[in-house]
Nanobody, 130 residues
Framework: QVKVVESGGGLVQAGGAPRLSCTTF????????MGWFRQITGKDRAWVSGINYSGSSTRYIDSVKGRFTIPRDNAKNTVTIKMNNLKPEDTAMYYC???????????????????????WGQGTQVTVSS
């Protein structure tokens, strides 16, 4: 059974640089694009960042560009989101998700819609104090 597990998070001061990790238990990890979503209280869950199956392509929402990076290690079945210069508006529940490759332009395509992702973690809370 496929399982996605996030770790990290917690209470962080503004300007901090925490790291969230995501480990997946899948048959072939590098058959999946990976993404991070977040849900701010009172709002819908929204895509934040994603990386394609090989790590050759990444995408970010504008508000985190230059502050977040999303490396993956296919040998360890993990993807990480490294956050820098956190702001109070980054406070959210963060979710990791896996999207099985569909054969569409895989070397550059990074899925951004929630319904493109097949497996989800339970989420980990990041709270940024000002």
């Amino acid at each position: 059974q496929v399982k996605v597990v996030e770790s990290g998070g917690g209470l962080v001061q503004a300007g901090g640089a925490p790291r969230l990790s995501c480990t997946t238990f899948v048959l072939v990890f590098d058959d999946y694009h990976m993404g991070w979503f977040r849900q701010i209280t009172g709002k819908d869950r929204a895509w934040v960042s994603g990386i394609n199956y090989s790590g050759s392509s990444t995408r970010y929402i504008d508000s985190v560009k230059g502050r977040f990076t999303i490396p993956r290690d296919n040998a360890k079945n993990t993807v990480t989101i490294k956050m820098n210069n956190l702001k109070p508006e980054d406070t959210a529940m963060y979710y990791c998700a896996a999207s099985e490759m569909s054969g569409y332009n895989e070397d550059v395509y990074v899925p951004t819609a929630g319904n493109e992702y097949n497996y989800w973690g339970q989420g980990t809370q990041v709270t940024v104090s000002s």
